[in-house]
């Protein structure tokens, strides 16, 4: 069965830092590009940045840029976002989705990911 595992949200104060990791099983990730998107309470999901198959481009989101890295290590089949300086309006459940024709230059749109995670929560107060 194919599945993505997110993990490592959690409630972190402002200005700290997480790493969110982005597993697959029953699949490998090698061909595909990852996204990583958001969900706050009451917005609909955006993209935050996604990495292409290779790891060679990598697009944010103008509201991370400069405080998110994304990474992803094929042979551990997963991706991985550093999330620093973060702040309250980073508050949301976060899913990583996995895609073959994705257009990059640009922050990851939902439409062209084919396999969800279930999201992992985080949590930065005001």
């Known amino acids: 069965q194919l599945q993505l595992v997110e993990s490592g949200g959690g409630l972190v104060q402002p200005g700290g830092s997480l790493r969110l990791t982005c597993a697959a099983s029953?699949?490998?990730?090698?061909?595909?590009?990852i996204g990583w998107f958001r969900q706050a309470p009451g917005k609909e999901r955006e993209g935050v940045s996604c990495?292409?198959?290779?790891?060679?481009?990598?697009n944010y989101a103008d509201s991370v840029k400069g405080r998110f890295t994304i990474s992803r290590d094929n042979a551990k089949n997963t991706v991985y976002l550093q999330m620093n300086s973060l702040k309250p309006e980073d508050t949301a459940v976060y899913y990583c989705?996995?895609?073959?024709?994705?257009?990059?230059?640009?922050?990851?749109?939902?439409?062209?990911?084919?396999?969800w995670g279930q999201g992992t929560q985080v949590t930065v107060p005001s």
């Open positions: 990495i292409s198959s290779s790891g060679g481009t990598r």
């Open positions: 989705a996995a895609g073959k024709v994705i257009t990059l230059g640009i922050a990851p749109m939902e439409s062209e990911y084919d396999y």
């Open positions: 029953g699949f490998t990730l090698d061909y595909y590009t």
